[in-house]
T-cell receptor
Framework: GNSVTQMEGPVTLSEEAFLTINCTYT??????LFWYVQYPGEGLQLLLK?????DKGSNKGFEATYRKETTSFHLEKGSVQVSDSAVYFC????????????FGQGTELSVKP | GAVVSQHPSWVICKSGTSVKIECRSL??????MFWYRQFPKQSLMLMAT?????????EQGVEKDKFLINHASLTLSTLTVTSAHPEDSSFYIC??????????FGPGTRLTVT
C-alpha cells in the first residue's frame, strides 16, 4: 500500500540552527510528494512539492529533494527562525487517484530564541 | 492564496445527537472536497472524497451512514456526524480544490461528544 513515515517529534532547536525532518514513503504508483505546514490555530498550508524524481521543491528557505532511490523526501532549512515553529507534514498523492493525499504523522518543531 | 473556511471551529454535543460541520471555499469553485480526521499528535486520515453533485466516496473503514457528506454546491460541503458518541470526538478538517489544482485546507473543527 501507500504510506508515509516521518521522524517523530517534537523537535526543539535554537534559532539559526540547521533543520532536517526525515520523510520516507512507500507507493504502489508514481507519487508526487509534498510538505505541508500547520501553524497554531491555522489550516494546513502547502510548503513545497516535487512531482518527479530528483526534483527539488523549495519555499521560504525550506528545501526537499525527491529521492526515488531511497524513497525519501527530507525537509531541510539552513537557519530556522522562531516563526518556523509549527507542525510539518509530509504527504504523497498518486497520479490518477483523484488528488487524495496520504499524510505522515506530522513532526512538531519548536524553535527557541 | 485561496481560502477555505469551516464552521463551527469548535462544537460540543451530547451523545446520541447529530452535528453538522460546514466547509466553504470562499474565492474559488471547489469541484472536489476532502474530509479528514485528525487525532491528537497523529496524522490526518482521509475519510471521504466528494465531487460536486455526486455521492461521496468513502475510505475503507469509514461508516457512510454515520458520517454523512453532502457537496451540494461548488462552494459548500457539509459533514454530519449522526448519533455521535464520545469516540467520535476528534478534529475534523476539510480541504477543497478546483479541478486539478492545489488543495486548500480549512482550519478544522474540534468536535467533543459528552
Amino acid at each position: 500500500g501507500n504510506s508515509v513515515t516521518q521522524m517523530e517529534g517534537p523537535v526543539t532547536l535554537s534559532e539559526e540552527a540547521f533543520l532536517t525532518i526525515n520523510c520516507t514513503y512507500t507507493a504502489t504508483g508514481y507519487p508526487s510528494l509534498f510538505w505541508y505546514v500547520q501553524y497554531p490555530g491555522e489550516g494546513l498550508q502547502l510548503l513545497l512539492k516535487a512531482t518527479k524524481a530528483d526534483d527539488k521543491g523549495s519555499n521560504k528557505g525550506f528545501e526537499a529533494t525527491y529521492r526515488k532511490e531511497t524513497t525519501s523526501f527530507h525537509l531541510e532549512k539552513g537557519s530556522v527562525q522562531v516563526s518556523d515553529s509549527a507542525v510539518y507534514f509530509c504527504a504523497l498523492s498518486i497520479y490518477n487517484q483523484g488528488g487524495k493525499l496520504i499524510f505522515g504523522q506530522g513532526t512538531e518543531l519548536s524553535v527557541k530564541p | 492564496g485561496a481560502v477555505v473556511s469551516q464552521h463551527p471551529s469548535w462544537v460540543i454535543c451530547k451523545s446520541g445527537t447529530s452535528v453538522k460541520i460546514e466547509c466553504r471555499s470562499l474565492d474559488f469553485q471547489a469541484t472536489t472536497m476532502f474530509w479528514y480526521r485528525q487525532f491528537p499528535k497523529q496524522s490526518l486520515m482521509l475519510m471521504a472524497t466528494s465531487n460536486e453533485g455526486s455521492k461521496a466516496t468513502y475510505e475503507q473503514g469509514v461508516e457512510k451512514d454515520k458520517f454523512l457528506i453532502n457537496h451540494a454546491s461548488l462552494t459548500l460541503s457539509t459533514l454530519t456526524v449522526t448519533s455521535a458518541h464520545p469516540e467520535d470526538s476528534s478534529f475534523y478538517i476539510c480541504s477543497a480544490r478546483e479541478r486539478e489544482f492545489e488543495q486548500y485546507f480549512g482550519p478544522g473543527t474540534r468536535l467533543t461528544v459528552t
